[in-house]
């Protein structure tokens, strides 16, 4: 029982790091639409602070307990929510997308390193120990998550 709890803290205190970001992602893309004055005429105080219209796909272990935790949570607040394998993740998966995880096993130092060109600039969160290497191996400093 008590490992359940820790899991499940652990994964919320990702997925309130991921809904973060997320959030962060929407109000940047609500502020390019806002123009110089940085008030979007067409947004009311009544919308939530991120777009529930933005499209997510987390690419990680197909049917991994991991998966269904992160994409029920991500349901809850995006419309659009879709999965995708890491192992067999390439950069043409994130078209038509407008964020994407990538996660694996969260104690995982084996597991799937997708490779994508110098020029890949989609936004991308990762997660975990395979996160970190992951951003090791793009050459980013963001390290785990």
Request: hydrophobic share 40%.
């Given at each position: 029982?008590?490992?359940?709890?820790?899991?499940?803290?652990?994964?919320?205190?990702?997925?309130?790091?991921?809904?973060?970001?997320l959030?962060?992602?929407?109000?940047?893309?609500?502020?390019?639409?806002?123009?110089?004055?940085?008030?979007n005429?067409?947004?009311?105080?009544?919308?939530?602070?991120?777009?529930?219209s933005?499209?997510?796909?987390?690419?990680?272990?197909?049917g991994?307990?991991?998966?269904?935790?992160?994409?029920?949570?991500?349901?809850?607040?995006?419309?659009?929510?879709?999965?995708g394998?890491?192992?067999?993740?390439?950069?043409a998966?994130?078209?038509?997308?407008?964020?994407?995880?990538?996660?694996?096993?969260p104690?995982?130092?084996?597991?799937?390193?997708?490779?994508?060109?110098?020029?890949?600039?989609?936004?991308?969160?990762?997660?975990?120990?395979?996160?970190?290497?992951?951003?090791?191996?793009?050459?980013?400093?963001?390290?785990?998550?």
């Amino acid at each position: 029982m008590q490992t359940v709890r820790r899991r499940g803290t652990r994964i919320g205190a990702v997925a309130v790091v991921c809904l973060t970001v997320l959030a962060g992602t929407a109000l940047c893309k609500a502020a390019d639409r806002a123009g110089p004055t940085g008030v979007n005429p067409q947004s009311a105080s009544a919308n939530p602070p991120w777009n529930r219209s933005l499209r997510i796909l987390y690419a990680g272990r197909p049917g991994s307990d991991r998966e269904k935790d992160f994409v029920g949570f991500l349901k809850k607040y995006f419309d659009v929510v879709r999965t995708g394998n890491l192992e067999t993740f390439k950069e043409a998966d994130t078209q038509g997308f407008d964020v994407t995880l990538l996660d694996w096993d969260p104690n995982a130092i084996e597991g799937p390193t997708p490779t994508v060109a110098a020029s890949f600039s989609r936004p991308v969160v990762t997660l975990g120990i395979r996160g970190a290497l992951i951003c090791r191996r793009w050459r980013l400093k963001t390290g785990y998550l």
